[in-house]
């Protein structure tokens, strides 16, 4: 048990000055993944809401794909499917990306939160109540002042709830980055297994490690949707 604490030590450290370990990349591994996700989805479901087919069709085809196969498969497709194709290897910038593990698996999971908080965003937006947009509207307000006074703020809001499931599951999708070595906490169980063949003590501090990590974004988002949408109680 001590050898597994003195590995685990390694996952709250950085290591030789620039490379994350353990909880430390598995914070970022969530933390930019839906930040791509978020910048991704917010236009992307107000062109899914559009009156316009050739808005509505590319995102909805995008959703689609994204939120209709595995992400395993997604990560395995963008990690070893594109390098291997010829034209990738004959452009610098591309060959260098998606030679690194980390930078494939950051996009995958962007790519993937992205689609389902389109269309979480997208319901909200849809939900958005009509009482309020014709105010607006009577007030002569244009369709981008509409979207970003009161359209937008008001479904971020109302899609607090939902969101938060989806950033919960992208943490636990974070255990598939091991699949292209990246040294995250699964990597460091993983590690620990190796040098000490106790794969349930290993395992049990990885799971408790995730576990804390949830708490900490359930009681966040929790205390964020009591404040923001404190007007929808009695």
């Not at 994204?66 to 990560?75: A, E, I, M, S």
């Not at 369709?143 to 938060?164: D, Q």
Request: with cysteine; charged share 10%.
């Amino acid at each position: 048990m001590i050898s597994i604490i003195q590995t685990y030590g390694k996952a709250f450290l950085f290591s030789d000055g620039y490379t994350l370990t353990g909880v430390a990349m598995t914070l970022w591994l969530l933390v930019s993944a839906c930040i791509i996700g978020f910048c991704l989805a917010l236009p992307l479901a107000i062109a899914r809401n559009s009156k316009s087919l050739s808005l509505r069709a590319p995102v909805w085809f995008y959703c689609f794909v994204f939120t209709g196969t595995p992400l395993y498969v997604q990560l395995l497709v963008i990690y070893t499917g594109i390098y291997s194709l010829d034209f990738v290897h004959h452009v610098t910038a591309l060959n260098d990306f998606f030679r690194s593990g980390l930078d494939c698996t950051i996009l995958a999971f962007g790519l993937n939160t992205g689609a389902y908080t389109t269309e979480i965003f997208a319901g909200a937006i849809r939900d958005t109540n009509h009482g309020e947009v014709d105010a607006a509207r009577s007030l002569g307000y244009s369709t981008a002042k509409l979207y970003r006074r009161i359209v937008i703020p008001s479904a971020l809001r109302r899609a607090l709830p939902v969101y938060s499931n989806e950033v919960i599951l992208m943490l636990h999708c974070t255990t598939l980055a091991f699949t292209a070595t990246v040294p995250d906490i699964l990597k460091i169980a993983n590690d620990a297994y190796a040098a000490t063949y106790n794969p349930f003590a290993s395992f049990t501090v990885a799971a408790m490690l995730y576990a804390c990590i949830s708490f900490t974004l359930i009681f966040g988002f929790r205390r964020a949707e009591a404040h923001f949408l404190a007007f929808q109680k009695r």
